[in-house]
C-alpha cells in the first residue's frame, strides 16, 4: 500500500531548544500506528508540525500525495489531517453539539462534494454532531458547555471534534489519560472501527496496554530523535527504548 | 424567525418609531432619537469585530471619522449628491480602511491588536488634521438643507430615516451573521483560535471579513454627521466619547446578539441625554466608562445574558 503521510527530516526549535531533530517517518495507508516516547520527548510537536499549528525550520511534510509546507492549518484539515489536542482547546462559548458542527461546517461541507465524499446537508447536522458524540460517550452533556466537562471528558470532545472533520488520517494525542479501564476499552474498540472504515490512525498514548492492543506498528521519540520503529512487540523490547523509559 | 420576517418586522418597527416622532413632532426628539440609532448602528458594527470574533477594537473613531469626512470631502466636491450615497461611499472608505488594517494587524493576538488599532486611530487623526482640503485643524461647515427631501419636514428628520435605514441593515446582517456558519466560524475565533483552524476554520479570512464589514459599517455610522453638527472639526470627529459608547454599548447590553448593542445604545445614550439636559454633557465618558467597568466585571454576559434561562 502506499504512503498516505511522509515526514521527512523535521526539525523545530523553541529558541536555543532543539524539540525534535530529522525526524522520518511514514504512515501508510490504513495503517495504525502507535507513537511513544517519555515526557517532552516531542510526540505533541511532531503532531503540531504535522498539522499545521506550528510551522517545522527543516524538513517535509507530504500528505495523500501533496507537500503541505507553507500550507494554513485549516488547509491541512480540509485535505484529510485530524487531531486531537492533548491539553483540550474546546469552543468555550459553544454547546457541545456546536463545538462539533465546526469541523462539519467548515471542513466536511467545506470539501468539493463528489464521489467519496458528500456533505452533510444542513438539516442532518445536529443529528450527525449528536451522533459523533454517542460515538465518545457524551450524549448526555451532548448540550451543555465545555465548562461543564471533567478533564476527561474534554479529551473525549476533542476526539469526536477530530472525528467529526471526516479525516484520512486521525491523530489522537493522548485522549485516554484518565481513562478508566472501561473507558480506554471503549476509545480502543472506537479507534479500532474508525480504522476498519479506513481511517488511518495515529495513536499517542502512554497506556502500554492500549499502545499494544491498537498499534500496528511503533515509533519511538527520544529527546526530539526517532530511536525506533517497527514491529510493536520488538520494538518493546529494543535495549535502546528500554533503557529510555527506565532511564528516565 | 427566519431573515425575511425578521427583516420586515424591523422595517416595521423603524416605521413605527418614525410615526411616533412625527406625531411628537418636535426638532428634539429627533435629534435626540438620530444620536440614539446612531450608537445602535455604531455599537452593532463594533460588536460583528469586539463581540463576534474577540478583537477588541479601540480604533473606533478612525472609522467614524473617515466617514464623517468622506462626506465632508463629497459635499465639497459634488454638493449636491443624495446623502444615502455619500454614506455608501463613506462605508467603503472605512470598509477598505478595515481591510488593510486587518491584513497588517490580524497577526496581532489579544491586547497588541487593541493598541495597534488604538495606534490607527491617532494617525487617522493627525492626517485628517493636516488635511486642508476637509477644513484641517480649523474644521469645515457643511450647510444643512432647510427641507427634508422625500418626506417632507425639516431635514433633521430625512437624517434620522436615514440613520434608521442604516441600523435596519446593520441589525439584519449582524443577526444574519450569528445564524450563519460565519457565526459559528467567528465564535470559534473568539474562544481559540488554533483550535478553529485545526477545525478548518481560515481564521484569517474570517477576521478579514469582520474588520471590513465592522469598519464599513462605523464609516456609515459616521457619514451623516457632518449634516447632523454643520460643523465638523477633529476635536469633534475623533470625540473619545464615540469610541467609549462604540464599547460600552455591546459590552453592557451584551455582546453574544444583536440585541445587545440596542439594549446598551438605548440605555446608555437615553441616560446620558437625561444627564446631558440636566447636569451637562461631560459626565457622558464617565456614565459609559463607569456602567461598562460595573459590567465586566459584574455581569460579563450583559443585559442579555441576565435574560438568558441557564441550561439545565
Ligand atoms: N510552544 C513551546 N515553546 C517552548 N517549548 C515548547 C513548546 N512546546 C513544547 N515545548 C517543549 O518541547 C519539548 C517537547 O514537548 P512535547 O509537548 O512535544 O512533548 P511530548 O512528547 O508531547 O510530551 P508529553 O508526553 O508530556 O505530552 C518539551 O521539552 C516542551 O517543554
Ligand atoms: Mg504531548
Known amino acids: 500500500m502506499s504512503a498516505l503521510l511522509t515526514v521527512e527530516g523535521v526539525g523545530k526549535r523553541f529558541g536555543g531548544f532543539v524539540a525534535l531533530e530529522g525526524i522520518d517517518l511514514e504512515v501508510k495507508q490504513g495503517e495504525r500506528i502507535g507513537l511513544i516516547g517519555p515526557n517532552g520527548s516531542g510526540k505533541s510537536t511532531l503532531v503540531n508540525c504535522i498539522c499545521g499549528t506550528l510551522r517545522n525550520e527543516t524538513g517535509k511534510v507530504r500528505f495523500a500525495g501533496e507537500t503541505l509546507d507553507g500550507l494554513a492549518a485549516h488547509e491541512r484539515t480540509r485535505r484529510g489531517l485530524a487531531r486531537s489536542f492533548q491539553l483540550p482547546r474546546p469552543f468555550g462559548s459553544l454547546t457541545l453539539v456546536e463545538n462539533v458542527r465546526i469541523p462539519i461546517l467548515y471542513t466536511v461541507n467545506a470539501r468539493k462534494a463528489g464521489p467519496g465524499h458528500t456533505h452533510v446537508p444542513h438539516d442532518a447536522i445536529d443529528a450527525r454532531c449528536r451522533d459523533l458524540l454517542g460515538e465518545v460517550g457524551l450524549s448526555a452533556k451532548a448540550d451543555r458547555q465545555p465548562r461543564d466537562l471533567t478533564q476527561i471528558e474534554m479529551r473525549k470532545l476533542e476526539l469526536a471534534r477530530a472525528m467529526a472533520a471526516e479525516p484520512k488520517l486521525l491523530i489522537a494525542d493522548e485522549v485516554m489519560a484518565g481513562l478508566s479501564h472501561a473507558e480506554v476499552d471503549e476509545i480502543i474498540a472506537l479507534l479500532i472501527r474508525l480504522n476498519g472504515q479506513g481511517i488511518t490512525v495515529i495513536m499517542i498514548e502512554h497506556i502500554m496496554r492500549a499502545v499494544m492492543e491498537v498499534s500496528q506498528r511503533l515509533a519511538v521519540l527520544v529527546a526530539g530523535r526517532k530511536i525506533a520503529d517497527g514491529d510493536p512487540r520488538e520494538v518493546v523490547r529494543n535495549p535502546e527504548v528500554v533503557r529510555a523509559y527506565l532511564g528516565e | ?312
Open chain 2, 1 to 312: 424567525m427566519r431573515a425575511v420576517p425578521f427583516v420586515l418586522a424591523l422595517v416595521v418597527v423603524a416605521c413605527a418609531i418614525f410615526g411616533v416622532g412625527r406625531a411628537i413632532g418636535s426638532s428634539y426628539a429627533f435629534f435626540l432619537g438620530y444620536v440614539v440609532v446612531q450608537y445602535i448602528v455604531l455599537g452593532t458594527a463594533w460588536n460583528i469585530l469586539g463581540g463576534y470574533t474577540g478583537y477588541v477594537n479601540f480604533g473606533v473613531t478612525a472609522f467614524f471619522a473617515i466617514g464623517a469626512y468622506s462626506t465632508v470631502a463629497l459635499y465639497k466636491l459634488v454638493p449636491a449628491m443624495p446623502l444615502p450615497v455619500m454614506v455608501l461611499i463613506g462605508g467603503a472608505m472605512a470598509a477598505l480602511v478595515g481591510l488593510g488594517t486587518g491584513y497588517l494587524t490580524l497577526r496581532l493576538r489579544g491586547v497588541f491588536f487593541s493598541i495597534a488599532t488604538l495606534a490607527l486611530a491617532v494617525v487617522v487623526q493627525t492626517l485628517i488634521t493636516n488635511w486642508d482640503f476637509v477644513g484641517g485643524a480649523r474644521g469645515a461647515y457643511v450647510l444643512r438643507p432647510k427641507l427634508a427631501p422625500l418626506i417632507g419636514g425639516e431635514y433633521v428628520q430625512y437624517l434620522f430615516v436615514v440613520m434608521l435605514g442604516l441600523c435596519v441593515i446593520v441589525l439584519a446582517t449582524a443577526r444574519a451573521i450569528e445564524r450563519s456558519s460565519l457565526g459559528y466560524g467567528f465564535a470559534a475565533i473568539r474562544d481559540d483560535e488554533a483550535a478553529a483552524e485545526a477545525a478548518g476554520v481560515p481564521t484569517l479570512r474570517l477576521k478579514l471579513i469582520a474588520t471590513t464589514l465592522s469598519g464599513g459599517f462605523m464609516g456609515m455610522a459616521g457619514a451623516p454627521l457632518p449634516y447632523y453638527v454643520t460643523y465638523l472639526d477633529p476635536t469633534s470627529g475623533f470625540n473619545l466619547n464615540y469610541a467609549v459608547n462604540a464599547i460600552a454599548m455591546p459590552l453592557i447590553g451584551g455582546t453574544s446578539s444583536w440585541l445587545g448593542p440596542v439594549i446598551g445604545a438605548v440605555l446608555v445614550g437615553g441616560l446620558q441625554e437625561v444627564l446631558r439636559v440636566t447636569i451637562s454633557s461631560a459626565a457622558n465618558v464617565l456614565v459609559a466608562g463607569v456602567l461598562m467597568v460595573a459590567f465586566v466585571i459584574l455581569a460579563p454576559q450583559g443585559i442579555v445574558g441576565l435574560f438568558k434561562r441557564r441550561p439545565k
